[in-house]
């Protein structure tokens, strides 16, 4: 893997995250919250992330399957990102490192 | 997460202020992100050294693209040769929720300098967005908020990667293995956010099982987007924002 591939994806995933950030504001015009394209980019993440952690967990086993669990629960009752990834990694690393 | 939109919008015609002073009390109030994104950042900066990444490498993904699930999801997808096409999708389509703040953001703050504005919008965040919107219900809307609010949160987010990455302690922690794990974590922390109430559990297992089929036979990332892409379509199929 050369550096230069890797420094044209960071300026390439840069611009898309750019103009995501910026496309709203110039674009505010033409999209109303109420539209149809607007609910649509308001319901996409969630799916994303439900279909990215199914396929995540099915090539994790049963570690990522606890990790994975224990952070949703660190979330629900904390709501603190940080503490959920922590809790949540620990016990994933826990489970890999004792065979569970 | 929920966008609860502000009623407080200003004349689409008027110049908005850009202050000092907001900018000034949105650091202050966001000061405290310094320490949760660096931690969250840190574990980043431990996931590109696994990936084999450079400590400038690292550090400027952390700094140019600077979106955490955005990150998370592309490491997700690390493999050789690097999937670009299917990177870049997944990037557009996690962070399209930016479409929908930024738009809020025109409408609340009506006309801004676009020296102000313009590298505002580079460094805006789920949370800073939030406490913006938040901010604009109590007092006169000032994008100055929105930068003091984001500043922290960046500063907490690339200096963590940093720190993450140079770390000394990383030698011994297999890194292999949080590269594989931490992406996974991360997205599963943002869920509660996108729970909209029952009426999401049916799209979200539509994603969930789709996914899980073509995993074997397309590979995690087209499986996530197939996946992910159909859970959206039931879900705008149906009435409300579930």
């Known amino acids: 893997m050369r550096n230069s591939e890797i420094t044209i994806l960071i300026v390439v995933l840069g611009i898309t995250s750019y103009a995501m950030r910026a496309g709203g504001y110039l674009l505010a015009r033409f999209i109303r919250d109420d539209g149809n394209f607007a609910r649509l ?39 603190r990102e940080w503490a959920a990834v922590g809790a949540g990694f620990l016990a994933a690393m826990i489970a890999s490192s004792t065979g569970i | 997460m929920a966008m609860t939109i502000s009623n407080q919008r200003r004349d689409p015609d008027q110049l908005s202020p850009f202050t000092v002073a907001e900018l000034r009390r949105g650091f202050v109030a966001a000061l405290p992100f310094i320490l949760s994104n660096g931690t969250a950042g840190a574990v980043m900066g431990l996931t590109y050294k696994g990936l084999g990444l450079g400590f400038a490498q690292s550090v400027s993904f952390s700094l140019v693209v600077y979106s955490a699930t955005a990150q998370a999801i592309v490491v997700s997808l690390w493999k ?15 962070n399209s929720r930016y479409l929908i703040m930024g738009a809020h953001l025109r409408k609340m703050y009506g006309v801004v300098r676009q020296r102000d504005i313009l590298p505002t919008l580079f460094l805006l965040a789920d949370a800073s967005w939030l406490m913006a919107t938040a901010d604009s219900a109590r007092n006169r809307p000032d994008p100055g908020y929105l930068l003091g609010t984001s500043l922290p949160m960046a500063i907490g987010w690339i200096g963590g990667t940093a720190i ?32 909209r109430g029952y009426r999401t559990a049916g799209p979200w297992m539509v994603s969930a099982l789709i996914a ?27 009435s409300g924002d579930a």
């Not at chain 1, 990215?52 to 606890?66: E, N, Q, T, Y």
């Not at chain 2, 670009?84 to 389509?93: P, Y």
């Open chain 2, 80 to 94: 050789l040769p690097l999937p670009v096409v299917a990177m870049v999708v997944a990037c557009a389509a996690t």
């Open chain 2, 212 to 238: 899980l089929l073509c995993a074997p036979f397309l590979g995690a990332s087209w499986s996530m987007l197939i996946g992910g892409g159909c859970g959206t379509l039931v879900s705008a199929l149906r």
């Open chain 2, 164 to 195: 993450g990455y140079a770390c000394p302690g990383a030698a011994g922690i297999p890194l292999g293995k949080v590269a594989a794990m931490l992406p996974i974590i991360f997205i599963v922390t943002l869920l509660p956010s996108q729970w």
């Open chain 1, 41 to 79: 980019l308001r319901l996409a993440p969630g799916n994303l992330f439900v279909a990215f952690v199914s396929a995540g967990c099915l090539s994790g086993g049963r570690p990522m399957l606890i990790g994975g669990g224990v952070a949703l629960a660190t979330m629900a009752i904390t709501t």
